[in-house]
Structures are given as C-alpha cells and as structure tokens.
C-alpha cells in the first residue's frame, strides 16, 4: 500500500492594481495558514516595494509590461 506525500507548500495571492500614471497598488491578499508575524513582514515588504515604485514612478519613461515571467515588452512599442 503506498501512501501519497502531503503537500506541504501553501499559497500567498495578492492583486495588484496599476493607475494610469504608473502608481501601484497592491490589493486583496489571500493566503492559507500563515503565523499572523509572517503575514505582517510580508505586507510589510509589499508596502515598502510600493512605496519604492510609486516615488520613482514619474522618474521612468516608459513602463515595462511583464507577460508571464519570461517574456516582456516595452509598451511603448504599440504606439509607433
């Protein structure tokens, strides 16, 4: 009899919101079971990466759209 392996992996979801200007927001987290210090550092560190894009937002001239994690393109490009 051969028993199957438990996952053991759990999943973090969390929405993301783009304006017109650039400026995100990130949105809706959803997780399994997380200890509540775990859940708060990693909010944390999504609020600060927030932060950190949105203050150089209007430094950049284009936005860089990224379609899965390997392909991506200049935005840009569509309008010429």
Same mark, same amino acid.
Do not use: H
């Given at each position: 009899?051969?028993?199957?392996?438990?996952?053991?992996?759990?999943?973090? @979801?969390? *929405?993301?919101?783009?304006?017109?200007?650039? *400026? +995100?927001?990130?949105?809706?987290?959803?997780?399994?079971?997380?200890?509540?210090? @775990?859940?708060?550092?990693?909010?944390?560190? %999504?609020?600060?990466?927030?932060?950190?894009?949105?203050?150089?937002?209007?430094?950049?001239? %284009? *936005?860089? +759209?990224?379609?899965? %994690?390997?392909?991506?393109?200049?935005?840009?490009?569509?309008?010429?």
């Amino acid at each position: 009899m051969s028993k199957k392996k438990q996952e053991d992996r759990k999943q973090l @979801l969390m *929405r993301y919101r783009i304006d017109d200007k650039g *400026r +995100v927001s990130f949105i809706d987290p959803s997780c399994d079971e997380i200890p509540a210090e @775990l859940f708060g550092k990693v909010m944390s560190a %999504f609020s600060e990466i927030e932060k950190k894009w949105n203050e150089n937002v209007d430094k950049r001239s %284009f *936005r860089t +759209v990224v379609t899965g %994690f390997s392909n991506s393109k200049n935005i840009n490009d569509d309008k010429q």
